[in-house]
């Protein structure tokens, strides 16, 4: 349930009003963008609120469950702060969202109409559609380990505990030649046996992807000289000279925690527990299936 200030509520009681939507925004690096659909600039709470940003709201659909209530703001691809470019790199994923609804002429009568997060973004030629769910949206989010062989902790993290920073777990580089969208050649990696820096990350320190990290999907050595394979394409485009850091992968394996980083004091995973096979098999007198402890 809102609570209206009496201002508003007066306001609304007149019949004719003069609302406008605003949108605070705050990216996960920390830039805050206000936007509304008002034909000029609303300010409060110290952000100044664009107007003409590109962004136009849908209804706000609510329900009494715990389903996931959602709101979207459509907007087009020429705003110069909403990129396509900034939208297919991820920026503006899982953002935190202030949907207002605002009396224009006096901005101190406002309401929060619901707090929560970018969600799914669909993307045509000329425009894209925003996603703002709910915070009930965190209730459908898996809580707790998932019982697997592999393990479900993430390289180098606390849990983890391997040291990324090691010199013999990374290394410096820079593109050498393009073979494909998101395949080139390296300099620098020569001395890593292949296969090192699969499932990997490279950071990129140079060019346009400057300050971004990509994931590794493939690492061969040939002659020296290293291939590098991502698993996505940048959005920015890679070219001959970019330097970056890459760093090394893990399949999560228990056998490659053991053999490539001597860390299985810490392997996060189940690799005893059973498997559909188990589910599957009969008794037999012979292959380990008569009945006896496994």
Same mark, same amino acid.
């Given at each position: 349930?809102?609570?209206?200030?009496?201002?508003?509520?007066?306001?609304?009681?007149?019949?004719?009003?003069?609302?406008?939507?605003?949108?605070?925004?705050?990216?996960?690096? #920390?830039? *805050?963008?206000?936007?509304?659909?008002?034909?000029?600039? =609303? $300010?409060? %709470?110290?952000? !100044?609120? @664009?107007?003409?940003? #590109?962004? *136009?709201?849908?209804?706000?659909?609510?329900?009494?469950? =715990? $389903?996931? %209530?959602?709101? !979207?703001? @459509?907007?087009?691809?020429?705003?110069?702060?909403?990129?396509?470019?900034?939208?297919?790199?991820?920026?503006? %994923?899982?953002?935190?969202? @202030?949907?207002?609804?605002?009396?224009?002429?006096?901005t101190t009568?406002?309401?929060?109409?619901?707090?929560?997060?970018?969600?799914?973004?669909?993307?045509?030629?000329?425009?894209?559609?925003?996603?703002?769910?709910?915070?009930?949206?965190?209730?459908?989010?898996?809580?707790?380990?998932?019982?697997?062989?592999?393990?479900?902790?993430?390289?180098?993290?606390?849990?983890?505990?391997?040291?990324?920073?090691?010199?013999?777990?990374?290394?410096?580089?820079?593109v050498?030649?393009?073979?494909?969208?998101r395949?080139?050649?390296?300099?620098?990696?020569?001395?890593?046996?292949?296969?090192?820096?699969?499932?990997g990350?490279?950071e990129?320190?140079?060019?346009?992807?400057?300050?971004r990290?990509?994931?590794?999907?493939?690492?061969?050595?040939?002659?020296?000289?290293?291939?590098?394979?991502?698993?996505?394409?940048?959005?920015?485009?890679?070219?001959?000279g970019?330097?970056?850091?890459?760093?090394?992968?893990?399949?999560?394996?228990?056998?490659?925690?053991?053999?490539?980083?001597?860390?299985?004091?810490?392997?996060?995973?189940f690799?005893?527990?059973?498997?559909?096979?188990?589910?599957?098999?009969?008794?037999?007198?012979?292959?380990?299936?008569?009945?006896?402890?496994?």
């Open positions: 349930m809102k609570t209206l200030s009496p201002a508003l509520q007066s306001h609304l009681d007149e019949g004719t009003t003069t609302l406008a939507w605003c949108w605070r925004i705050t990216r996960a690096d #920390g830039v *805050t963008f206000g936007f509304t659909d008002h034909d000029r600039t =609303l $300010s409060f %709470d110290g952000t !100044d609120f @664009e107007p003409e940003s #590109g962004l *136009t709201a849908s209804e706000v659909r609510s329900g009494s469950d =715990l $389903s996931v %209530d959602a709101q !979207d703001a @459509e907007g087009v691809l020429t705003s110069d702060r909403i990129t396509e470019t900034d939208i297919l790199d991820g920026r503006w %994923d899982a953002a935190q969202v @202030e949907v207002w609804r605002v009396n224009w002429a006096d009568q406002r309401v929060l109409m619901r707090r929560g997060a970018i969600g799914q973004i669909r993307r045509g030629r000329l425009a894209f559609v925003a996603e703002v769910r709910s915070l009930a949206h965190v209730l459908g989010q898996t809580v707790g380990r998932t019982f697997q062989a592999t393990c479900d902790a993430a390289l180098g993290d606390a849990r983890c505990g391997v040291d990324l920073e090691d010199p013999a777990l990374k290394g410096t580089g820079a050498l030649d393009l073979l494909r969208d395949a080139f050649t390296a300099s620098g990696l020569g001395g890593f046996a292949s296969g090192w820096f699969a499932f990350t490279i990129w320190t140079s060019g346009a992807n400057a300050g990290k990509t994931e590794v999907l493939g690492h061969d050595v040939t002659s020296g000289v290293a291939v590098l394979t991502l698993l996505e394409t940048p959005v920015r485009p890679v070219a001959a970019d330097a970056f850091i890459a760093r090394a992968g893990c399949d999560k394996r228990i056998e490659t925690c053991a053999v490539k980083f001597g860390n299985v004091v810490n392997f996060r995973g690799p005893h527990i059973p498997g559909q096979d188990t589910i599957l098999r009969y008794a037999s007198t012979s292959g380990g299936h008569d009945g006896a402890v496994l």
